[in-house]
C-alpha cells in the first residue's frame, strides 16, 4: 500500500455533494479521465472542482465540461488550461448505452467525484434526472427529521 493511501486503495479529491441535492441518481458509471502532467499534480494535491461540471457525449466520445483543475503551482509554460473540456474513457458499447440514455428528456450525466484507484485518476458519473422543487423540499424534510432523530438519541444514551 502506498503512503498516505486509504485502506481501498482509493484517494477521493474531490465530491459533488450539490448533485444528489439536485438530481435524482438512477444509475452510477466509473470512467477514467485523458489529464496532462501538470493536471494530475493538480488532482494529487486535492484541487479541483466539479460543481458545475457535467458529461455530454460528443461524436461518440464522452467529455467532462466545466469542470475545474486549477494550474499546478510548480508547473511551467506548459500547465494545462483549467477549465478545458477533458475527454473521458469509457468502453464503446457503454457510449452507445449511455448516448441512448440521454437521449430520453431530462436525463443527465453529473459528475458525483474525483478519485485515484491505484494510481490512476478516475471519475464518478451519475445518470441523473433532474429534481423538481417539491422534491428538494421533501429531501430537506427528510433531512432535517433524520438529524432531529439522532439529536435525540444522541441526549437519550449520554
Known amino acids: ?22 438530481y435524482e441518481i438512477l444509475e452510477k458509471i466509473e470512467a477514467g479521465m485523458v489529464l496532462k502532467g ?13 460543481k458545475e461540471a457535467f458529461a455530454e457525449v460528443r461524436g461518440g466520445e464522452v467529455f467532462l465540461v466545466d469542470s475545474h483543475i486549477p494550474p499546478y503551482v510548480f508547473g511551467n509554460i506548459h500547465n494545462h488550461e483549467p477549465k478545458r473540456p477533458r475527454k473521458l474513457l ?10 441512448g440514455k440521454l437521449a430520453e428528456k431530462g436525463l443527465t450525466l453529473v459528475p ?6 491505484r ?18 423540499r421533501e429531501t430537506i424534510r427528510q433531512r432535517e427529521a433524520q438529524r432531529e432523530m439522532d439529536r435525540e438519541i444522541r441526549r437519550k444514551y449520554r
Do not use: H, W
Open 1 to 22: 500500500m502506498t503512503k498516505g493511501m486509504p485502506e481501498g486503495g482509493e484517494k477521493i479529491v474531490c465530491v459533488n455533494k450539490r448533485a444528489r441535492f439536485e
Open 90 to 99: 469509457l468502453k464503446g458499447r457503454e457510449i452507445k448505452r449511455l448516448a
Open 112 to 117: 458525483t467525484k474525483i478519485y485515484f484507484r
Open 119 to 136: 494510481g490512476k485518476a478516475k471519475i464518478e458519473l451519475g445518470l441523473g434526472r433532474g429534481k423538481k422543487t417539491r422534491d428538494k
Open 38 to 50: 501538470t493536471e494530475v499534480k493538480s488532482l494529487r494535491q486535492g484541487q479541483a472542482s466539479i
